[in-house]
């Protein structure tokens, strides 16, 4: 079993800034990349920013200069830094991993957290 449990949502002004953490957890053998996403009801689930093990990372255009991904490796977490919000980035925000649960596994990339709402209103 493994679990991905995101933290640091809420309700900020635009401008503002906020944190986002997802901790993986359960028998997990080694993790790949780990990714942000984010979705609005009605639309599709959109790429915010991915990050590998080895710390190499990429951005949506929309959020590049104002968003920074990083991860504690040995924590086995991701964050989410977020400034400058604008009321566009309101929005569900989902974490994703890419695990391998045993030496010999195969990696899958279908890991997600339930979700942490972020809400950019003055």
């Known amino acids: 079993q493994v679990q991905l449990v995101e933290s640091g949502g809420g309700l900020v002004q635009p401008g503002g800034s906020l944190r986002l953490s997802c901790a993986a957890s359960?028998?997990?053998?080694?993790?790949?990349?780990m990714a942000w996403y984010r979705q609005n009801p009605g639309k599709q689930r959109e790429f915010v920013a991915d990050?590998?093990?080895?710390?190499?990372?990429n951005y949506a255009d929309s959020v590049k200069g104002r968003f920074t991904i990083s991860r504690d490796n040995p924590k086995n977490t991701v964050y989410l830094e977020m400034n400058g919000l604008k009321p566009e980035d309101t929005a569900v925000y989902y974490c994703?991993?890419?695990?391998?649960?045993?030496?010999?596994?195969?990696?899958?990339?279908?890991?997600w957290g339930q979700g942490t709402q972020v809400t950019v209103s003055s």
């Open positions: 990050i590998t093990s080895g710390g190499s990372t």
């Open positions: 994703n991993a890419a695990i391998r649960r045993s030496l010999y596994g195969a990696v899958r990339s279908d890991y």
């Open positions: 359960g028998t997990i053998f080694s993790i790949n990349a």
